[in-house]
Nanobody
Framework: QVQLVESGGGLAQPGGSLRLSCAAS????????MGWYRQAPGKERELVAA???????KYADSVKGRFTISRDNAKNTVYLQMNSLKPEDTAVYYC?????????????????WGQGTQVTVSS
């Protein structure tokens, strides 16, 4: 009922930049929160950045001052601008959204994940 499509990953040099996008589509009434997680090989998935419906944001300490999350609510899209990239930022990045889904007889909130996009930071 809801699909997430991610784009923008790839290879960057240390100190470089990448921008990730995640567009949600389907039977959406509203989106309560959107965020980005990442998972490096051999590590658990961790929160990178999140934005709630009130536009407040939070970041992992490791990315503060380097990454910026933003949303285009009209397009149901969330972005992650990643600057000053480091090799330790290498991971698969996943988009996550908490969506109120249009459903009969009652709408409900559900959690959705994107397919993941690889970010590799290497010289």
């Amino acid at each position: 009922q809801v699909q997430l499509v991610e784009s923008g990953g790839g290879l960057a040099q240390p100190g470089g930049s990448l921008r990730l996008s995640c567009a949600a589509s389907g039977s959406i009434i509203s989106i309560n929160a959107m965020g980005w997680y990442r998972q490096a090989p051999g590590k658990e998935r961790e929160l990178v950045a999140a934005s709630n419906s009130g536009a407040s944001t939070k970041y992992a300490d490791s990315v503060k001052g380097r990454f910026t999350i933003s949303r285009d609510n009209a397009k149901n899209t969330v972005y992650l601008q990643m600057n000053s990239l480091k090799p330790e930022d290498t991971a698969v990045y996943y988009c996550n959204t908490k969506v109120v889904v249009r459903s009969w007889p009652n709408p409900y909130e559900n959690d959705y994940w994107g397919q993941g996009t690889q970010v590799t930071v290497s010289s």
